[in-house]
């Protein structure tokens, strides 16, 4: 059989029925991006564009024999986690993650769904700082889930900046926080422990902004796993998210998803 350089991308995360974030929207990015994804689901969520009403967690058993299932033969070049709702999740994550050779992790502390249900347990908290991000490569959250890490208020770029470096500290090798506040620019801001890279876009009028969290840091595992810098790499995966928003199109009749396939098919200009 003749060999292909396709990068594989696991994921870790939440199922979203609504297939607009969690493993659908991770593993449509994956795809679109060239990529063979594949998956380990922590969690079942009901949810539609209207948010989530119901959540049930998979055994640890289970989470854990996904993830052997994948490193036993399937194997990976980059591991992408999500929603993992409680400490025992992520604990079984960590261990059995530690046992396997990860060539990069990143991880998205899915903290609040967009339309403001709660999927991580108050005590997991200290569990992901704790354990989760001392191995991970790059975090990626957003201002509000930056503010859950660091236990205060962020206002200013300053206090941007300040709080990039506090979840640094925790371990992680690099810090993205994404989207900026929510007046002005869209503004996603890096620190790898040397230097401060804020990457600036407009901020698009949608509400097709469901899973931009999870699709940001499933295109950043990606490039990534293609050996692209981690600036190059931020830059890339802006872009697309950016893309997906500008040419999504309605889902549902609330916070509808972003159009993750924009690159491949364009649905605004069909009839």
Excluded: W
Aim: glycine residues 10%; negative net charge; charged residues 20%.
């Amino acid at each position: 059989m003749k060999s292909m350089n396709v990068k594989k991308i696991l994921t870790i995360a939440g199922s979203d029925s609504g297939g607009g974030a969690g493993i659908q929207a991770d593993l449509k990015t994956f795809a679109s991006l060239g990529a063979y994804g594949t998956s380990v689901i922590t969690s079942i969520t009901s949810q539609n564009t209207h948010g989530v009403t119901d959540v049930h967690n998979i055994p640890t058993s289970n989470v854990a024999s996904q993830i052997e299932a994948i490193f036993t033969d399937i194997g990976t070049d980059a591991v992408k986690t999500g929603m993992l709702s409680s400490s025992e999740i992520i604990d079984v994550v960590v261990d059995t993650l530690g046992k396997n050779d990860v060539p990069i992790l990143v991880v998205d502390p899915v903290m609040i769904s967009t339309t403001g249900f709660r999927l991580i347990e108050e005590d997991a908290i200290d569990c992901l700082k704790g354990k989760l991000l001392p191995i991970a490569d790059v975090v990626t959250p957003n201002v509000s889930e930056a503010e859950v890490l660091i236990g205060s208020s962020i206002e200013t770029m300053e206090q941007l900046r300040k709080s990039a470096k506090s979840i640094m500290e925790l371990g992680a090798k690099a810090v993205v926080i994404t989207g900026g506040f929510e007046s002005g620019p869209a503004t996603d801001l890096v620190y790898d422990g040397i230097e401060y890279k804020a990457f600036t876009g407009s901020r698009i009028d949608s509400c097709n902004t469901h899973g931009t969290g999870c699709t940001f840091a499933s295109a950043l595992a990606v490039a990534l796993a293609k050996q692209v810098g981690l600036l190059e790499a931020v830059g890339m995966a802006k872009r697309y998210v950016q893309l997906s928003i500008r040419k999504a199109y309605p889902v549902g009749t609330g916070k509808g998803p972003v159009n993750h396939f924009h690159n491949l098919i364009d649905y605004t200009n069909q009839n």
